[in-house]
């Protein structure tokens, strides 16, 4: 798994969670996403800040079976830095054109060099960091539902991550040039990811949910007093 990690960006772990360990994700998760829709008619397609807002599932970066998934990579020293859950359902039902994660949440804005342009995401300070940063980190996706190719999945181009922070020239040419690969996986599957890796998603095609918990992680400090606005992350990682 991480030979092909390293290789290709992406890994897949099936059967990370068990049914009933899904059940008492969704057990958590429901009841806020039922209430917001109460008070707002809308149905919720995404919680950003998840542990803060819902704490209980912090609980979930700590277990073994995800810590021995992302520790061969970064270490023991690993930790969250951001936490964010999906759904694509028919009210919610989004493309996502192809793209690098490359921005990081901090707890407040500091100007520093090689740090930039800046952004505002539910009141968290976002910011791309330097190429650096992002490739000491790693992405866990932990699926609550069936994702297969009629329902919205990940799709990446293999290999791209360790092409450094592309341009749009860049990526056009990777999409004609490269087979993009759908990551599909049965509920308690878990994907890797590295958050350069080029990656997008089209609309499900069922009327079913496609629920992901997302977390990322890194194993380092951020320099010029920065800090990473996960509230699990060390004030003064190592």
Not at 59 to 78: C, F, N, S, T
Not at 81 to 96: H, S, T, Y
Request: hydrophobic share 40%; proline share 8%.
């Amino acid at each position: 798994m991480m030979n092909s990690l390293e290789r290709n960006g992406y890994a897949l772990a099936p059967d990370v969670f068990s049914a009933d360990c899904v059940v008492d994700l969704l057990a958590i998760i429901e009841p806020y996403c039922q209430a917001k829709f109460e008070d707002s008619g809308r149905s919720v397609h995404a919680i950003r800040n998840l542990f803060d807002v819902l704490p209980v599932l912090s609980d979930v970066a700590a277990l073994p079976d995800i810590r021995k998934l992302i520790e061969p990579v970064l270490g023991q020293e690993a930790f969250v830095v951001r936490a964010i859950f999906f759904d694509k359902l028919p009210g919610a039902n989004w493309k996502v054109s192809w793209h690098q994660d490359q921005t990081i949440a901090v707890k407040d804005r500091i100007d520093v060099p090689g740090f930039g342009p800046w952004s505002v995401k539910e009141s968290v300070q976002h910011v791309e960091p330097p190429v650096s940063i992002l490739e000491n980190m790693l992405t866990v996706r932990i699926h609550l539902d069936d994702c297969g190719e009629d329902n919205g999945p990940l799709r990446v181009i293999p290999g791209s991550h360790r092409l450094g922070r592309l341009m749009v020239t860049d990526t056009n040419r990777l999409k004609k040039s490269t087979d993009e690969i759908a990551c599909t996986v049965k509920a308690g599957g878990v994907v890797l990811m590295r958050p350069l890796v080029l990656h997008a998603s089209s609309p499900s095609v069922r009327s079913k949910h496609r629920r992901v918990i997302h977390i990322e992680f890194a194993n380092t400090g951020l320099p010029g007093g920065l800090s990473w606005a996960a509230p699990t992350a060390p004030a003064n990682p190592v």
